[in-house]
């Protein structure tokens, strides 16, 4: 054998294990995956998913509301994330993405955990407005020298800023920062069971925006008490789920109508549902269990028609009535509200 052919061989095997070496290296990226699922209306590991008590309740359910969730698979080949590009079924991503450079893996499995109680709280606060329990967003203090001083007190239950009903303590910042500093809103209130209308005229706070200079505290009075167990869950994405499986539980109505129900979706006080991630991974998961029904946040219905799973008729959601209607609808056999293009 002459000896450049002897060095092309000698090259190519090198390059070969080289490359072989690269490929099968670890790399920066993550792989998302379809995860396991939950019935809010069942139990895990023995235990109900939902405990309810201080009022009656119903478990005779036919059917499933069941929550999602999505796997991260953290350490992967550069085949792992080429076989990726490839596979509908699952994502893969940039670890940076959803690691930001300068936090640590620490922080967001801590950020992770708080949403997921979040999630719960904001789920408990919506169910039991839905079954007549108000929430009151109550005047804790007043600031000195500012303009609420003289206009409200501590105990004042503040329910109305220019007419805009205020449902959370979330509502009257929101309500507050709407219009420019200097602007004079009319501040609704009630005092001793006696509803009263006060004209108060916002300054700046430290951070530029509208104040007016009070402290609040949101309560919601109630002989309800919820508890939600479920281990090694994140993220905020089950608010939703949460909140039908409590007011399922609460009602006379089957909400499922017997049907395997998925959804995912965050929800806030005020039952409006919002934007997750991973849906495309969420159907898949929803599919396997059973569900036919798929109730998607309106802000991910083009998403999730960019990923369709056959079998699986996904119901355009933004509020939580839109939600029990909607599963009336499924329940009634008519169609409910769907992502459309």
């Known amino acids: 054998m002459n000896r450049r052919l002897t060095t092309l061989i000698v090259g190519v095997i090198l390059l070969a294990g080289f490359g072989a070496l690269a490929y099968a290296a670890p790399v920066d990226y993550v792989e998302l995956v379809p995860g396991p699922t939950f019935d809010t209306l069942g139990t895990v590991k023995g235990k109900p998913v939902i405990s309810i008590s201080g009022a009656p309740t119903t478990s005779d ?59 719960q709280s904001s789920a408990v606060t ?8 108000p929430v009151l967003v109550t005047i804790a203090s007043v600031v000195a020298g500012k303009p609420a001083q003289g ?6 239950v503040v329910t109305t800023v220019d007419g ?13 920062q709407a219009k420019p500093v200097g602007a004079t809103l009319q501040i609704g209130y009630t005092r001793s069971g006696k509803a009263t209308v006060t004209p108060i005229k916002t300054v700046a706070g430290s951070d530029g925006k509208p104040q ?11 002989p309800i008490k919820v508890s939600i167990q479920l281990e090694n869950v994140g993220g905020p994405s089950a608010g939703l789920m949460f909140t039908l499986g409590i007011i399922d539980k609460l009602g006379p109505t089957d909400l499922t109508g017997g049907r395997i129900i998925a959804g995912t979706g965050t929800m806030d006080d005020d039952g409006d549902v919002g934007p997750i991630g991973g849906i495309a991974q969420k159907m898949i998961a ?9 109730l998607a946040p309106a802000d991910n219905c083009a998403e999730a028609l960019r990923s369709p799973v056959s079998g699986l008729t996904l119901v355009k959601v933004t509020n ?15 169609q409910p509200p769907l992502c459309t293009r």
Do not use: C
């Not at 206009?151 to 004042?156: F, K, P, S, V, Y």
């Open 61 to 119: 359910s036919n059917g499933q509301l069941r929550m999602l969730t999505v796997g991260e698979i953290d350490k992967i080949t550069a085949f792992d994330v080429v076989r990726g590009w490839f596979d509908r079924d699952n994502a893969v991503l940039p670890a940076e993405v959803l690691i930001p450079p300068g936090e640590s893996e620490q922080q967001l499995n801590q950020q992770s955990t708080d949403q997921f109680k979040q999630s």
């Open 320 to 334: 939580l009535d839109g939600a029990l209607t909607a599963l009336a609808d499924v329940r009634s056999g008519t």
């Open 151 to 156: 206009h409200l007190q501590a105990g004042d």
């Open 212 to 222: 007016i200079g009070v402290e609040v505290q949101q309560t919601q009075p109630s």
């Open 164 to 176: 805009q009903q205020v449902l959370s303590a979330d509502d009257l910042a929101a309500f507050i």
């Open 126 to 133: 919506a169910a039991l407005r839905h079954e007549g329990y």
């Open 286 to 294: 929803a599919r396997a269990a059973g569900a036919r029904y798929f």
